[in-house]
C-alpha cells in the first residue's frame, strides 16, 4: 500500500527500528524493494534521485507509486536530494508526498530560506519534508579534518533549523559519508546523542551502505529513523550484469536481468535485517497509517 513517510518514520521510532529508503532507477531496483519487503514483511522507501528523475522522469514516478500502491507492504514514495524547486513541483504534481529539500549545498542563512519556502509549499500538498543541515560529503579525501568538523550539524542550529523550516525529518551530518567509506567510518555519536535530546521530529542518516551493524543499531538507540542506501544496491545491480553479460553471453534480456534483481534484493534484505524492520509491516497497517496515507 502507498504509505506517509511520516507515518513510517514515526511509528519506527516509537518501536525503535528504522525504515530503509532505497534508491531506485529503474524497474529492477523496485521489483527487489517489493520482493525484498513482502518476503520479510518489512516497511521501506522507494527513493528517486533528481538525476534519476531526468532519465526516469514522470514515468518513473508513476512506477513507484503504482508499485507501492499494489504491494500488500507499507511503502512510501519520496524524492532525494533536491536541491532545484522544479523537481519538487514535478514530483508533487506527480503524486509524490514526501520530498528531500536539499538547501545544504548553499550557506546556512540561504539554506534555511530555500528549506522553509520549499516546506511550505510541499506541506500544502500534504507532503512530508526531509531536510538537511551540515553537509554529508562524498569525497572525503582531500577534507581536513577542520573542514569535515566544519561540515558536521551542529545542535543548536539544528534546533534554530527545524524550528523556522518546520521541516518533519532532518538529515544529520555526523560522519557519515555518501558513497564507499575509504576507511572504517567513525560516527560522532556524542553529537547525535546532542542532536537527539534537542530535537523531537525522526532523524535521517544517509550515506548507510558500508556502516557496520553496531553503528546502524546504536543509531537507531540514538533516534535514526530512515536510512538512505544507494550504493551497495547499484554495486550489486551492476556486478550481477557484467556477470550477466559479459561472462555469460545470454541469449534474452530477462534472464540476467532477473538475475540483477535478485541481487539486489538479498542485499536490500540484509539492510530490512540491520534496520530491525522485518516483520513490522503489521505496526504500519493502523488507521492512523490509513489516515496519514491518504492525507
Ligand atoms: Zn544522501
Do not use: W
Amino acid at each position: 500500500m502507498l504509505s506517509s513517510t511520516r507515518e513510517l518514520l514515526e511509528t519506527a521510532r516509537r518501536n525503535v527500528y528504522a525504515i530503509g529508503g532505497f534508491n531506485v532507477y529503474n524497474l529492477e531496483g523496485v521489483q527487489a524493494v517489493l520482493r525484498a519487503v513482502e518476503k520479510h514483511h518489512s516497511p521501506a522507501i522507494l527513493q528517486i534521485h533528481p538525476s534519476a528523475l531526468i532519465y526516469g522522469g514522470l514515468p518513473l514516478i508513476s512506477l513507484c507509486l503504482e508499485a507501492a500502491r499494489s504491494s500488500p507492504m507499507p511503502i512510501a514514495v519520496h524524492l532525494d536530494h533536491s536541491t532545484n524547486p522544479t523537481d519538487i513541483l514535478t514530483a508533487l504534481k506527480a503524486g509524490v508526498r514526501s520530498i528531500m529539500a536539499d538547501g545544504s549545498p548553499l550557506s546556512y542563512g540561504e539554506n534555511l530560506k530555500f528549506t522553509k519556502k520549499m516546506a511550505d509549499i510541499a506541506h500544502g500538498q500534504g507532503a512530508a519534508v526531509e531536510a538537511e543541515i551540515g553537509r554529508i560529503s562524498g569525497t572525503e579525501d582531500g577534507l581536513t579534518v577542520t573542514e569535515k568538523e566544519a561540515k558536521m550539524t551542529d545542535p543548536q542550529q539544528a534546533v534554530e533549523f527545524v524550528a523556522a523550516t518546520g521541516v518533519d525529518f532532518l538529515a544529520v551530518t555526523i560522519g557519515n559519508v555518501h558513497g564507499e567509506y575509504k576507511s572504517p567510518p567513525r560516527l560522532d555519536f556524542v553529537r547525535l546523542a546532542k542532536i537527539r535530546d534537542l530535537i523531537t521530529i525522526p532523524l535521517v542518516l544517509h550515506g548507510a551502505s558500508g556502516l557496520p551493524p553496531e553503528m546502524v543499531s546504536k543509531s537507531i538507540e540514538l533516534g535514526v529513523s530512515k536510512f538512505n542506501v544507494n550504493t551497495e544496491v547499484r554495486m550489486a545491480f551492476m556486478d550481477s550484469l557484467t556477470q550477466g553479460f559479459c561472462v555469460n553471453s545470454p541469449q534474452d534480456l530477462l534472464e540476467p536481468l532477473g538475475e540483477a534483481i535478485a541481487a539486489m534484493t538479498e542485499v536490500i534484505s540484509e539492510k530490512l535485517y540491520l534496520f530491525g524492520s522485518v516483520d513490522k509491516a503489521h505496526l504500519h497497517q493502523s488507521p492512523y497509517a490509513e489516515m496519514l496515507a491518504l492525507s
